[in-house]
């Protein structure tokens, strides 16, 4: 797992982050995980991402992911997930992120949208990006999948009256 941190060249500078999501205050920036099995797009989308203010964790492979979550799920604000993987496909890992926080807000992302699961495209995740992506497009689709209504939920620590 990599963590994105603050030293930045002259282009790669973070903008002021207009997403940021629940818990984080001014001065601070939101969080997004990446998994994804393809270096070359895991460094790209990283890239992006810092350059949108982001502070960023990568995964390669699906395990490193699922403990990178399980670690700092309260600080994550979306997960982008690539649904084709060695070892896990992206429906088992989604399963295993909703063991450790059923509200998880995950983007799928896939070159190729046949074999997904219809309940993954229909509900299961907050939203869908076709790889490859724009900058532009990934972001809107971060922004949607962050606007994207959860129906609620009893968290682990909560105890019905």
């Not at 395990?63 to 990178?68: C, D, M, Q, V, Y």
Request: hydrophobic share 35%; glycine share 6%.
């Amino acid at each position: 797992m990599a963590i994105e941190r603050f030293s930045f060249g002259d282009t790669d500078r973070p903008r002021s982050n207009p997403y940021r999501g629940r818990g984080v205050t001014e001065g601070e920036q939101g969080v997004i995980l990446t998994i994804d099995d393809d270096a070359e797009v895991l460094n790209s989308i990283r890239r992006t991402l810092i350059r949108e203010g982001w502070v960023v964790l990568t995964a390669s492979v699906p395990a490193e992911g699922l403990e990178s979550y399980e670690a700092h799920w309260q600080k994550i604000d979306l997960v982008l997930l690539d649904y084709f993987m060695p070892d896990l496909r992206g429906d088992e890992v989604l399963k295993r992120l909703r063991l450790v926080n059923p509200q998880v807000r995950v983007l799928l992302m896939t070159a190729s949208d046949d074999y997904v699961p219809l309940e993954m495209l229909n509900g299961g995740v907050c939203g869908f990006i076709q790889k490859p992506a724009t900058r532009k497009e990934l972001m809107r689709r971060i922004r949607e999948a962050l606007n994207h209504h959860l129906p609620p939920s009893t968290t682990p620590d909560e105890h019905p009256a």
